[in-house]
């Protein structure tokens, strides 16, 4: 299975970008996909986590309402909709399925 991720990039505070992350290697169902991000000095966290047929969403509480999570299983896509960016949600975003990650795509928000 392989996960590839793009959309990231350097915005200023307030602005929006979009991920999408490409699933490919494996035709078997993938009931979560799940987005982290990890910033310098500090752990891995869970952004956002969606399941077939985008039902059963979960955000982390500090990207909730800016942030959306969508797949579009027919593409083999996850995508993350980034809106009302801040500093803080600079860090390197991965895409994860099951025990597969993506190689990470880095978002950069300046104040």
């Known amino acids: 299975v392989q996960l590839v991720e793009s959309g990231g990039g350097e915005v200023q505070t307030g602005g929006s970008l979009r991920l999408s992350c490409v699933v490919s290697?494996?035709?078997?169902?993938?009931?979560?996909m799940g987005w982290f991000r990890q910033a310098p000095g500090k752990e891995r966290e869970m952004v956002a986590t969606?399941?077939?047929?985008?039902?059963?969403?979960q955000y982390l509480s500090t990207v909730k309402g800016r942030f959306t999570v969508s797949r579009d299983d027919a593409k083999n896509t996850m995508y993350l909709q980034m809106n009302s960016l801040k500093p803080e949600d600079s860090a390197v975003y991965y895409c994860?399925?099951?025990?597969?990650w993506g190689q990470g795509t880095q978002v950069t928000v300046s104040s």
């Open positions: 994860n399925v099951e025990d597969y």
């Open positions: 290697g494996r035709a078997t169902s993938r009931p979560v």
């Open positions: 969606i399941g077939v047929n985008n039902e059963i969403t």
